[in-house]
């Protein structure tokens, strides 16, 4: 495994019901973090963690998201009660602890909410 | 808060012509700069990432400068060809630490046509 997965790479759901994304970082990559990213916009921060905190959280992320990393590894995203806006490619990223290394993107996961 | 523009919205070139791709920030202060490539439906792919003690970054036919004072970031691609057709993104993390989130712009989309 050389770089940073994703699963599901698609995902169509209808309004009001909950989806859960799985991202597998990098081998021995400490932070993690996610992002979304509409049609034609620039990925916007969703939240990040080092090892298995959660360390910051941006406003996007409204009650109905949450997200996990209960082992320092893997992380899950979760949106509940999903509506039409929710819509997106969900992208996730992994780096070392080196502060002069970059956040190695997973292909992302793409929402269409019915 | 950073915001991250970058001009033009979107370009189309006829193949072997050299262009220039701009990135402006707000707030100065960066830890690096990052430019990614996005082909469509996919993720992110880091191109160059310049320190904020560089004024520029070369790969192949791709040459980024820095010039932090004016908060300005130029992609340079030299010879462009149809394999360079993709969006691109230039990001900087907030704050002074290379781990925090990435802002990003919203993108060039680019069209190299043969």
């Known amino acids: 495994d050389t770089g940073v997965s994703q699963d599901p790479r698609h995902k169509i759901t209808k309004r009001g019901q909950n989806v859960t994304f799985r991202c597998d970082p990098i081998s021995e990559h400490n932070r993690l973090y996610w992002y979304r990213q509409t049609l034609g916009q620039g990925p916007e921060f969703l939240t990040y963690?080092?090892?298995?905190?959660?360390?910051?959280k941006s406003r996007l992320l409204s009650d109905r998201f949450s997200a996990e990393r209960p082992k320092g590894s893997f992380s899950t995203l979760e949106i509940q009660r999903t509506e039409q806006g929710d819509s997106a490619m969900y992208l996730c990223?992994?780096?070392?602890?080196?502060?002069?290394?970059?956040?190695?993107f997973g292909p992302g996961t793409r929402l269409t909410v019915l | 808060k950073q915001e991250v523009t970058q001009i033009p919205a979107a370009l189309s070139v006829p193949e072997g012509e050299n262009l220039v791709l701009n990135c402006s920030f707000t707030?100065?202060?960066?830890?690096?700069l990052q430019w990614f490539r996005q082909d469509p439906g996919k993720g992110l792919t880091s191109l160059l990432l310049i320190q904020s003690s560089q004024r520029e970054q070369t790969s192949g036919r791709l040459n980024a400068s820095l010039d932090k004072s004016s908060g300005r970031s130029t992609l340079y691609i030299a010879a462009s060809q149809p394999g360079d057709s993709a969006t691109y993104l230039c990001a900087v993390p907030d704050g002074d630490n290379a781990g925090n989130m990435l802002t990003f712009g919203g993108g060039t989309r680019l069209m190299v046509k043969p």
């Open positions: 990223a992994s780096s070392p602890w080196d502060p002069t290394d970059t956040q190695y």
């Open positions: 963690f080092q090892n298995e905190a959660q360390l910051e």
């Open positions: 707030d100065s202060a960066i830890y690096n």
